[in-house]
């Protein structure tokens, strides 16, 4: 059985940085995009960032382009997510998912079978 597991969230003050890990236990992870989703109170799950299955290829929301980025450790089962410039509106529980054999970055919920229990960001301003 798969799982993962979220870690690295916490509280923060605009403009600090956290960094999130999902460590993946089960299963090799090489056969397995992965995808950090966030759920703000009041407001749907939504993709955050992405990276294909050889790490090649990456996806950010408009939302933390340029600030988070993703990448991913077969060696060590994990994949990670740096976030660089938080601001209030990052605040959200942050979870990994993985999809499994995809070649390519997807953005939407359902394609993805696997999911950790999620880990909060509180960003204060």
């Known amino acids: 059985q798969m799982t993962l597991r979220e870690s690295g969230g916490g509280l923060a003050q605009a403009g600090d940085s956290l960094r999130l890990s999902c460590v993946v236990s089960g299963r090799p992870i090489n056969n397995y995009a992965f995808g950090w989703f966030r759920r703000a109170p009041g407001k749907e799950r939504e993709f955050v960032a992405g990276i294909n299955r050889n790490g090649g290829e990456t996806g950010y929301a408009e939302a933390v382009k340029g600030r988070f980025t993703i990448s991913r450790d077969d060696d060590e089962n994990t994949v990670n997510l740096q976030m660089n410039t938080l601001v209030p509106e990052d605040t959200a529980i942050y979870y990994c998912?993985?999809?499994?054999?995809?070649?390519?970055?997807?953005?939407?919920?359902?394609?993805?079978?696997?999911w950790g229990q999620g880990t909060q960001v509180t960003v204060s301003s």
């Open positions: 998912a993985a999809d499994y054999l995809s070649p390519i970055v997807r953005r939407l919920v359902d394609p993805y079978s696997h």
